[in-house]
C-alpha cells in the first residue's frame, strides 16, 4: 500500500523560509513523478512543483518560481519543498502526491496523481 506523509508546516513571518518533507513507502520510489500542490480555505487545489523520478528535471508554478525548490532523495524515499521568501498568499494546506504515469512529462493537473498525503498546514503571517 503507497502511504505519503508530509511534514514541517508551521506558522512562520512573512520573508521566512520552511522545509516541507514527504516520506513515501510502499512503491519503488525512484520510478515515480513526486508533486507538491496547496490549496487555502474556498480555493482549489492548485499545483505548486513536481520532479521527475531521477530528480533531474523539475516544474514549478510561476507563483513560486525562484523562492521554492523540489528536490529528492530516492534513497531516502524523501521528497523536499524549500520555500524561501514566504508571502501570506503561501499560505494553504501543502500535499504531496505520486504520478504513476511512468514515462509522461511532468503533470500539473491534480487529476493525474494517484495517491496523495493527508497535508501539512502552512501559515504565513504579514
Known amino acids: 500500500q503507497v502511504q505519503l506523509v508530509e511534514s514541517g508546516g508551521e506558522l512562520v513571518q512573512a520573508g521566512d523560509s520552511l522545509r516541507l518533507s514527504c516520506a513515501a513507502s510502499?512503491?519503488?520510489?525512484?520510478?515515480?513523478?513526486m508533486g507538491w500542490f496547496r490549496q487555502a480555505p474556498g480555493k482549489e487545489r492548485e499545483f505548486v512543483a513536481a520532479?521527475?523520478?531521477?530528480?533531474?528535471?523539475?516544474d514549478y508554478a510561476d507563483s513560486v518560481k525562484g523562492r521554492f525548490t523540489i528536490s529528492r532523495d530516492n534513497a531516502k524515499n524523501l521528497v523536499w519543498l524549500q520555500m524561501n521568501s514566504l508571502k501570506p498568499e503561501d499560505s494553504a494546506v501543502y500535499y504531496c502526491?505520486?504520478?504513476?504515469?511512468?514515462?509522461?512529462?511532468?503533470?500539473?493537473?491534480?487529476?493525474?496523481?494517484?495517491?496523495w498525503g493527508q497535508g501539512t498546514q502552512v501559515t504565513v503571517s504579514s
Open positions: 502526491a505520486v504520478d504513476f504515469a511512468r514515462g509522461g512529462g511532468l503533470a500539473r493537473s491534480p487529476t493525474s496523481y494517484e495517491v
Open positions: 520532479i521527475t523520478g531521477s530528480g533531474g528535471i523539475a
Open positions: 510502499g512503491l519503488t520510489f525512484s520510478r515515480y513523478a
